[in-house]
């Protein structure tokens, strides 16, 4: 990877945050590089990413898929509730396009918002899905299971935020919350035909590849562990 994308992302210092383990001071993507291999390993024409502050994962995979022969686009879907950052269409396009990154394709939804649409309708074959959003069990649920049945054969599913139960107030010291995409991944664990390897660093981020044999113990509600 050019060092020059990597000085172009952190030339915002918002892209070092949020628990990928970044760090300027040696150019170093942390748990990106990981984000970068994965695509180029799987090299999907398609990849999702559910969440992101600044764009930080859409834009490392999304480059991964540029410098792969075969090409390939991000879809990547946020409603903006954290801020405005992703509200005007014409800023989102000039911001993946400043970072060198075009292949970016926001739609401005919650996960269940773009489940009515045509271009959820249309999606099929991803070969990376990225869950970064709301970060709780139920939520990260939800993501999961809206796109399971989008995913190609050899897909691999990222949970960011995965290790650990957190309090967070990115959507105001009023509308505080728990962290709780650990408690989906113990439901991952014992559900038949999944595999999952977690990275323990910083946020964490828990890699999961297979296909569920059931979702009886995915879809119990979260009160009975």
């Known amino acids: 990877m050019p060092e020059e994308f990597i000085r172009r992302l952190f030339s915002d210092p918002e892209m070092l945050r949020m628990g990928h383990l970044q760090r300027r001071e040696d150019l170093n993507l942390g748990l990106g590089w990981m984000y970068y291999a994965l695509g180029r390993i799987i090299r999907p024409s398609r990849a999702v990413v559910i969440g992101s502050l600044r764009g930080f994962a859409p834009a490392i995979i999304a480059k991964s898929m540029l410098d792969n022969v075969e090409g390939g686009e991000v879809v990547f879907v946020d409603p903006s509730y954290v801020n405005e950052f992703w509200a005007d269409p014409a800023q989102v396009d000039a911001h993946f396009r400043q970072l060198g990154t075009p292949n970016v394709r926001h739609y401005r939804h919650t996960t269940q918002e773009f489940t009515t649409t045509p271009a959820y309708a249309e999606l099929s074959d991803v070969g990376l899905l990225m869950i970064d959003g709301l970060h709780t069990a139920e939520q990260a649920r939800v993501d999961y299971l809206a796109f399971l049945d ?35 991944m113990e439901r991952l664990k014992k559900t038949p035909g999944l595999e999952l390897f977690t990275m323990p660093f910083a946020g964490g981020v828990t890699l999961v590849q297979g296909r569920p044999e059931t979702l009886d113990h995915i879809n119990r509600p979260f009160d009975a562990q």
Do not use: M
């Open 150 to 184: 989008k995913l190609a054969e050899n897909a691999v599913v990222l949970f960011h935020d995965s290790v650990r139960q957190k309090a967070s107030s990115i959507y105001g010291k009023d509308n505080r919350y728990i962290h709780t995409v650990c408690l989906f």
